[in-house]
């Protein structure tokens, strides 16, 4: 008899997901470290905010503002949903066009070698996948009468 491991590699791939998108939220904030630290991006808000008005060129530091606290906010809640595994489909899909607009982003203001470094192409083919999945193991999914999609 074969063994379908779909829902725990669905599970790893999921909380892979959410966890780094709460890391780089935690980054800019301050969470891993100062800027210079190593495997720091950011290291603050401020700088946070300045790297998004590099991608976003186009619009006033106050739009980019706006802007980065909205990423922040759709990470934080799409990073929770993932890591709890509630409403997974759904979320993964949207995780999956928030990563595609962001690569986009960087494409188009620095170059393409930028989110293929940052593996933010595969990240957003993998949530797309995830949104493919059935339920996952260890989700709060599996806890409704309903399937929670």
Avoid at 24 to 41: E, H, I, K, Q, S
């Amino acid at each position: 008899m074969k063994k379908d491991f779909t829902p725990y590699a669905g599970t790893a791939l999921r909380l892979a997901l959410g966890i780094a998108m709460l890391s780089a939220v935690a980054d800019r904030f301050g969470l891993w470290g100062t800027y210079g630290t190593p495997n720091v991006a950011w290291g603050n808000w401020e700088n946070f905010i300045a790297y998004t008005h590099q991608l976003n060129y186009f619009v006033s530091l106050s739009v980019a503002t706006v802007l980065g606290t909205i990423a922040t906010a759709l990470e934080i809640l799409l990073g929770l949903l993932l890591v709890t595994g509630y409403k997974t489909k759904r979320t993964a899909f949207a995780t999956g066009i928030l990563l595609l607009a962001f690569g986009l982003t960087m494409t188009l203001s620095l170059s393409v070698k930028v989110p293929l470094d940052f593996s933010v192409f595969s990240s957003a083919a993998g949530a797309f996948v995830l949104s493919c999945i059935g339920n996952t193991a260890f989700a709060l999914d599996n806890y409704s009468k309903r399937p929670l999609r």
